[in-house]
């Protein structure tokens, strides 16, 4: 039982590339969240889904998609990345109405 | 606007003696508060969590505390150990919010010295 494991750990981009991120749990969790956390600004949230095939807006969403084909995997895409976009990535999921929610250990991100 | 405030950056305490970790926040649809830890190069790990129809909720060492008048919460650390200290997050969520997401605190780093 694995959890929630991210891919990749460590990535450097270059400013105008692309990438995606992935995300997989092996809990069978309804519920799935894509955070990013900045120095002194706690995590917030980029996007969620509440099931297969859903996807909702969080709190900052602007320059990054997602999908969620599958309902062991959500996928965050950015199109055209931006210096801002450096961060540290988390990605977690929730079972069906659970305010607890399972963390994978995170991909750092670097735009240069 | 912060809605989770967690207003100390950080706390340094002795081995055996309590951490007493704070967190305010500003919106009253929020019912139900849970705590995290993370070291450094890992996620967020969850510790312990209260529903708003609780005061207190105790797990082991950890105890968490709601004071929904004042809209405070508090963690309690008792005996603190040095496998304690990392990055304290407090978290809630409520009614309106996306799905059962989380609003975090900026965090607390909890320094445990032997």
């Known amino acids: 039982n694995a959890g929630v494991t991210q891919t990749p750990k460590f990535r450097v981009l270059k400013t105008g590339q692309s990438m995606t991120l992935l995300c997989a749990q092996d809990?069978?969790?309804?519920?799935m969240y894509w955070y990013r956390q900045d120095p002194g600004m706690g995590l917030r949230l980029i996007h969620y889904?509440?099931?297969?095939?859903t996807t909702a807006k969080g709190e900052v969403p602007d320059g990054y998609n997602v999908s969620r084909l599958k309902k062991q995997n959500f996928l965050l895409g950015l199109e055209s990345a931006a210096p801002s976009q450096t961060s540290v990535y988390f990605c977690?999921?929730?079972?069906w109405g659970s305010g607890e929610q399972y963390f994978g250990p995170g991909t750092r991100l670097t735009v240069t | 606007d912060q809605q989770v405030k967690q207003n100390s950056p950080s706390l340094s305490v002795q081995e055996g003696r309590i951490s007493i970790l704070n967190c305010d926040y500003t919106?009253?649809?929020?019912?139900?508060f849970l705590w995290y830890k993370k070291y450094p190069a890992e996620g967020p790990t969850f510790l312990i969590s209260?529903?708003?129809?609780?005061d207190k909720n105790e797990d082991g060492r950890f105890t968490v505390f709601l004071n929904k008048s004042a809209k405070h919460l508090s963690l309690h650390i008792v005996p603190s150990q040095p496998g304690d200290s990392a990055v304290y997050f407090c978290?809630?969520?409520?009614?309106?919010?996306?799905?059962?997401?989380?609003?975090f605190g900026k965090g607390t780093t909890l320094s445990v010295s032997s």
């Open positions: 809990m069978n969790h309804e519920y």
């Open positions: 919106n009253s649809m929020f019912d139900y």
């Open positions: 977690a999921s929730s079972a």
């Open positions: 978290a809630a969520s409520g009614e309106g919010q996306a799905g059962t997401a989380l609003i």
């Open positions: 889904s509440v099931g297969e095939g």
């Open positions: 209260i529903s708003s129809i609780k």
